[in-house]
């Protein structure tokens, strides 16, 4: 990404807090060259440069990332005034959340449902897992239960059925990753044409849902790795 | 906090900014020099000042270093050594150390320890502010400008608390530490393996006392850290302890006992186990004895090797667990960097080599190289360079306490810094004006086996039904790997005032306290040390005037100037019985006076005489 748009895509406005220029949220000021504060809605996004796309170059990710942490790190103003110190304290801190954030495929699907006004699902299991589900859960309660007092061949038996149900259930996990990831096409072509709302709402709920399931099944895996 | 300056030198202030590695057996000053980083040394040429700090309260002394460590068996009571052990811990965290060292805790010291020393109570912080001071005094004579900023350096895997303390440490030593930077990354810097374009390189730090291991990836100049993991209290020290138990056990069972509560025959086995680890980096078999035991022994490196290799095996763990954050495998590290002491330990250097499937990078001295890449980072803090960028991260995961004792991580461990977290907080009952918060670091879910940073009390709330307030809470980790935290009401938005009272570690009242305290030690050492020197010069001075006195005055002066060198004499020697180093002085520069004619004739007939014997001389040869 060039440096003319990392400039130009900023969500803030006001003046320079130090010339009194007129400024529209960019990371320095157009005048007097000084750094500026963060206004308080500026989301991930918008901060680097970015529209709200979910399939992004990860490695033009990371070159932004390290060109803009060469203007923000506060090691470059330990000499500057108190209000410069701050203010590149809040861009590189926003910088490092912001990276952090939008590198991982699954954590920038959640901050964009986010920024649309979703709140964090709550963790839900998939439909066609429910039975699976109660199953496993008594098969966790059994082999806690056997470690105490049971013998060997007992927890053989408790063991081994679940290390079948966590190869299914990774391979669930992937299943769900992929359709996850499939709507992130979707999502970026509803953005493109500039879609009815409705049309965002169907992609977007889709991908609730299915971070919803996601996590769900997450925790049933770190749950069985526990007891196993 | 202002640096309350301690200019005792008279010194120009300098602008440098030197690199400082307090490290837990030796500390070292260093700083950019023309053709790169160079360590401060002393006259003998040693960089390293062991971290050792002796305390005499009858006679209110004070030593630093080598004089300090001579004491360690001649006096162990008096001095302090590895207190980067106790760094931002309280006396709950100390128990098993303390089973190991001969220190006397002072009573109160659940959240910051205090050891005796005679009738006086220093902290962590404090005995290692005495050795800052004596690397910032060796700096500061090497420019000849007084030092006043300096980065230092800490394990990477240090908490909050322990940071702060390495900070605050600074502070009383009169420097303004610019930076608290991270050891493994530091020796990154050092090492630059910047003749790549791109590389992920893997830093093996094992110290005296503290174990880090830290991931980077090096492109176009930045250092980027993907994971740091470690043990605080693994290294050197531990190794020593266990040669130490070999001895003691193997002398108890010759009838020898209490061994472990004779503090003279503890330093004495220490030493001697010390050698005998530094040995067996360079022989296969070696000696142990012990001064005035009977006890000798031969120790093969392979029984060396057996006794520590649990410590060893302690090391790979997190380096199993940094390079699955990191999202790594062994086999994707191109570098391995070696760091600390304990990497001479050729079984050290075998098991990291066999981790990693790759010969580990030992060229740089492993006792400098943390204090090198520190001055590279002063140095571009000073704005001396742009090329280079640390992105550091945070070793341990912050989060607040919820209900029923659970934690909510808020930042996760490994997030690069500055990483900052926002919550909102509301009440819970009607009219509620205060809300608790309690933040703590660590891994685990329950507030229990977190370590509590601090809590404070969102305060002025106004009177409101339950749930309508909206108070958010910034934290941020800055680059120091320090927390700060603000607060402001969304209805008002005003800004909270916070009170964070660390649950370990000193206040800011505590600190202004000491800063004056060790202003009046600094005055107290000058005071000492003008009066010494001024003592040695009165010495000479009344030499040369009683040998002057005895053989010329009768011949040369008048009986009235005679009388007068005398009675000046007299009151010099006077002063010199005293403790006022001005009076001294004085007196010096009034027999000076006094003696300045018969020393010119004195002098006249030298220069005579010399040249009337190089006259006869040259006759002799001609």
């Given at each position: 990404m060039s440096e003319a748009v990392v400039n130009k895509a900023q969500a803030s406005s006001g003046s320079c807090s130090h010339c009194g220029a007129v400024l529209s949220g960019e990371h320095f000021c157009g005048t007097c060259n000084r750094i500026q504060p963060v206004a308080s809605q500026t989301d991930f996004f918008a901060f680097i440069g970015l529209p709200r796309r979910l399939r992004l170059d990860e490695l033009e990710l990371e070159k932004t990332f390290y060109a803009l942490s060469r203007q923000f790190h506060p090691d470059y103003f330990m000499s500057a005034s108190e209000a410069e110190r701050q203010a590149s304290m809040e861009r590189s801190s926003m910088l490092n959340d912001a990276y952090r954030t939008l590198r991982d495929r699954v954590a920038r699907a959640q901050y964009l449902l986010s920024l649309e006004g979703y709140k964090e699902a709550e963790k839900k299991a998939p439909p066609d897992l429910l039975e699976e589900v109660f199953e496993l859960n008594m098969q966790i309660e059994e082999l806690k239960a056997a470690r105490k007092m049971a013998g060997e061949d007992e927890i053989a038996d408790v063991v081994a059925a679940l290390e079948t149900a966590l190869a299914g259930l990774r391979t669930k996990l992937a299943e769900i990753d992929e359709r996850l990831f499939a709507q992130f096409d979707q999502w970026d072509s509803v953005l493109e044409n500039d879609s009815a709302a409705t049309e965002k709402k169907i992609v977007l709920d889709r991908m609730s849902e299915l971070l919803s399931h996601r996590a769900y099944i997450r925790n049933l895996v770190r749950d069985i790795t526990e007891v196993l | 906090m202002p640096v309350i300056e301690?200019?005792?030198?008279?010194?120009p202030q300098s602008g440098r900014v030197v690199g400082i590695?307090?490290?837990?057996t030796n500390s070292l000053v260093a700083f950019m020099g023309d053709d790169g980083p160079e360590a401060i040394r002393d006259?003998?040429?040693?960089?390293l000042v062991p971290s050792i700090v002796y305390y005499d309260d009858n006679e209110d002394r004070l030593l630093v270093g080598e004089e300090a460590r001579d004491r360690l068996i001649t006096e162990p009571r008096k001095a302090i050594y590895s207190v980067k052990r106790f760094m931002g811990k309280g006396s709950a965290d100390i128990q098993e150390d303390l089973s190991l060292v001969p220190f006397q805790i002072a009573p109160d010291s659940e959240q910051v320890i205090g050891f005796q020393m005679g009738d006086r109570v220093f902290t962590p912080p404090e005995i290692s502010a005495f050795i800052l001071r004596d690397l910032r005094r060796r700096a500061s004579k090497f420019f000849g400008e007084e030092v006043t900023q300096a980065v230092i350096t800490v394990p990477a895997y240090f908490n909050d608390a322990q940071r702060q303390a390495t900070k605050d440490a600074g502070h009383l030593a009169g420097l303004e530490v610019l930076r608290i930077v991270n050891e493994p990354t530091a020796a990154s810097l050092a090492y630059g393996i910047d003749n790549r374009d791109e590389a992920i390189v893997a830093v093996y730090d094992l110290g005296g006392g503290t174990f880090d291991i830290s991931i980077l990836k090096l492109k176009d100049g930045i250092f980027e850290v993907l994971a740091t993991n470690g043990d605080t209290h693994l290294g050197g020290d531990d190794i020593d302890n266990r040669l130490i138990s070999l001895v003691l056990g193997e002398l108890e069972q010759q009838g020898y006992s209490g061994g472990a509560s004779d503090p003279a025959m503890f330093q004495g086995i220490r030493k001697s186990v010390i050698k005998t680890k530094h040995d067996l980096s360079e022989c296969d078999t070696t000696q142990i004895s012990i001064d005035g035991v009977e006890y000798e022994r031969e120790l093969a490196r392979a029984e060396f090797e057996s006794l520590i290799a649990d410590l060893v095996e302690r090391t790979l763990g997190p380096c199993k667990q940094a390079l699955k954050d990191a999202d790594l495998?062994?086999?994707?590290?191109?570098e391995v960097v070696m760091v600390g002491g304990s990497t001479r330990i050729p079984f050290v250097r075998k098991r990291v080599k066999e981790l990693f499937k790759r010969e580990p990078h030992i060229e740089l001295n492993p006792d400098e190289v943390v204090a090198l890449g520190a001055a590279i980072q002063a140095d571009v803090l000073a704005g001396?360079?742009?090329d280079l960028l640390l992105l550091d991260v945070t070793p341990l995961s912050l989060g607040i306490e919820t209900m029923g004792g659970v934690v909510a991580k808020i930042i996760n461990r490994n997030s690069t810094i500055p990483a900052s977290a926002s919550e909102m907080f509301t009440t819970w009952?009607?009219?509620?004006?205060g809300i608790d918060v309690h933040v703590l670091q660590g891994e685990r879910e329950m507030v229990a086996d977190c370590r509590s940073l601090a809590k404070f009390t969102l305060k002025g709330i106004p009177p409101q039904p339950a749930g309508l307030p909206r108070i958010e809470v910034k934290f941020l980790i800055d680059a120091n790997g320090i927390l700060t935290v603000s607060a402001r009401d969304h209805r008002t938005g005003q800004e909270h005032s916070i009170e964070v009272k660390p649950s370990y570690g000193l206040t800011d009242e505590q600190i202004e306290k000491m800063l004056l305290d060790s202003f009046e030690f600094a005055e107290e050492d000058l005071r000492k040390r003008q009066l010494v020197e001024a003592r040695n010069e009165a010495e000479t001075v009344m030499r040369a005037a009683e040998k002057a006195l005895a053989e010329h005055a009768t011949r040369l002066i008048s009986e009235q100037e005679r009388d007068g060198i005398s009675r000046a004499l007299d009151e010099l020697r006077q002063a010199f019985g005293g403790e006022d180093y001005v009076l001294v002085r004085e007196k010096i520069k009034a027999l000076d006076d006094a003696s300045h004619h018969l020393a010119e004739i004195i002098m006249d007939g030298a220069v005579l005489a010399a040249l009337k014997d190089r006259k006869a001389s040259e006759v002799a040869e001609g």
């Amino acid at each position: 990404m060039s440096e003319a748009v990392v400039n130009k895509a900023q969500a803030s406005s006001g003046s320079c807090s130090h010339c009194g220029a007129v400024l529209s949220g960019e990371h320095f000021c157009g005048t007097c060259n000084r750094i500026q504060p963060v206004a308080s809605q500026t989301d991930f996004f918008a901060f680097i440069g970015l529209p709200r796309r979910l399939r992004l170059d990860e490695l033009e990710l990371e070159k932004t990332f390290y060109a803009l942490s060469r203007q923000f790190h506060p090691d470059y103003f330990m000499s500057a005034s108190e209000a410069e110190r701050q203010a590149s304290m809040e861009r590189s801190s926003m910088l490092n959340d912001a990276y952090r954030t939008l590198r991982d495929r699954v954590a920038r699907a959640q901050y964009l449902l986010s920024l649309e006004g979703y709140k964090e699902a709550e963790k839900k299991a998939p439909p066609d897992l429910l039975e699976e589900v109660f199953e496993l859960n008594m098969q966790i309660e059994e082999l806690k239960a056997a470690r105490k007092m049971a013998g060997e061949d007992e927890i053989a038996d408790v063991v081994a059925a679940l290390e079948t149900a966590l190869a299914g259930l990774r391979t669930k996990l992937a299943e769900i990753d992929e359709r996850l990831f499939a709507q992130f096409d979707q999502w970026d072509s509803v953005l493109e044409n500039d879609s009815a709302a409705t049309e965002k709402k169907i992609v977007l709920d889709r991908m609730s849902e299915l971070l919803s399931h996601r996590a769900y099944i997450r925790n049933l895996v770190r749950d069985i790795t526990e007891v196993l | 906090m202002p640096v309350i300056e301690l200019s005792m030198s008279g010194l120009p202030q300098s602008g440098r900014v030197v690199g400082i590695d307090l490290g837990t057996t030796n500390s070292l000053v260093a700083f950019m020099g023309d053709d790169g980083p160079e360590a401060i040394r002393d006259e003998s040429g040693n960089a390293l000042v062991p971290s050792i700090v002796y305390y005499d309260d009858n006679e209110d002394r004070l030593l630093v270093g080598e004089e300090a460590r001579d004491r360690l068996i001649t006096e162990p009571r008096k001095a302090i050594y590895s207190v980067k052990r106790f760094m931002g811990k309280g006396s709950a965290d100390i128990q098993e150390d303390l089973s190991l060292v001969p220190f006397q805790i002072a009573p109160d010291s659940e959240q910051v320890i205090g050891f005796q020393m005679g009738d006086r109570v220093f902290t962590p912080p404090e005995i290692s502010a005495f050795i800052l001071r004596d690397l910032r005094r060796r700096a500061s004579k090497f420019f000849g400008e007084e030092v006043t900023q300096a980065v230092i350096t800490v394990p990477a895997y240090f908490n909050d608390a322990q940071r702060q303390a390495t900070k605050d440490a600074g502070h009383l030593a009169g420097l303004e530490v610019l930076r608290i930077v991270n050891e493994p990354t530091a020796a990154s810097l050092a090492y630059g393996i910047d003749n790549r374009d791109e590389a992920i390189v893997a830093v093996y730090d094992l110290g005296g006392g503290t174990f880090d291991i830290s991931i980077l990836k090096l492109k176009d100049g930045i250092f980027e850290v993907l994971a740091t993991n470690g043990d605080t209290h693994l290294g050197g020290d531990d190794i020593d302890n266990r040669l130490i138990s070999l001895v003691l056990g193997e002398l108890e069972q010759q009838g020898y006992s209490g061994g472990a509560s004779d503090p003279a025959m503890f330093q004495g086995i220490r030493k001697s186990v010390i050698k005998t680890k530094h040995d067996l980096s360079e022989c296969d078999t070696t000696q142990i004895s012990i001064d005035g035991v009977e006890y000798e022994r031969e120790l093969a490196r392979a029984e060396f090797e057996s006794l520590i290799a649990d410590l060893v095996e302690r090391t790979l763990g997190p380096c199993k667990q940094a390079l699955k954050d990191a999202d790594l495998d062994p086999a994707q590290i191109d570098e391995v960097v070696m760091v600390g002491g304990s990497t001479r330990i050729p079984f050290v250097r075998k098991r990291v080599k066999e981790l990693f499937k790759r010969e580990p990078h030992i060229e740089l001295n492993p006792d400098e190289v943390v204090a090198l890449g520190a001055a590279i980072q002063a140095d571009v803090l000073a704005g001396g360079r742009r090329d280079l960028l640390l992105l550091d991260v945070t070793p341990l995961s912050l989060g607040i306490e919820t209900m029923g004792g659970v934690v909510a991580k808020i930042i996760n461990r490994n997030s690069t810094i500055p990483a900052s977290a926002s919550e909102m907080f509301t009440t819970w009952v009607d009219n509620q004006t205060g809300i608790d918060v309690h933040v703590l670091q660590g891994e685990r879910e329950m507030v229990a086996d977190c370590r509590s940073l601090a809590k404070f009390t969102l305060k002025g709330i106004p009177p409101q039904p339950a749930g309508l307030p909206r108070i958010e809470v910034k934290f941020l980790i800055d680059a120091n790997g320090i927390l700060t935290v603000s607060a402001r009401d969304h209805r008002t938005g005003q800004e909270h005032s916070i009170e964070v009272k660390p649950s370990y570690g000193l206040t800011d009242e505590q600190i202004e306290k000491m800063l004056l305290d060790s202003f009046e030690f600094a005055e107290e050492d000058l005071r000492k040390r003008q009066l010494v020197e001024a003592r040695n010069e009165a010495e000479t001075v009344m030499r040369a005037a009683e040998k002057a006195l005895a053989e010329h005055a009768t011949r040369l002066i008048s009986e009235q100037e005679r009388d007068g060198i005398s009675r000046a004499l007299d009151e010099l020697r006077q002063a010199f019985g005293g403790e006022d180093y001005v009076l001294v002085r004085e007196k010096i520069k009034a027999l000076d006076d006094a003696s300045h004619h018969l020393a010119e004739i004195i002098m006249d007939g030298a220069v005579l005489a010399a040249l009337k014997d190089r006259k006869a001389s040259e006759v002799a040869e001609g």
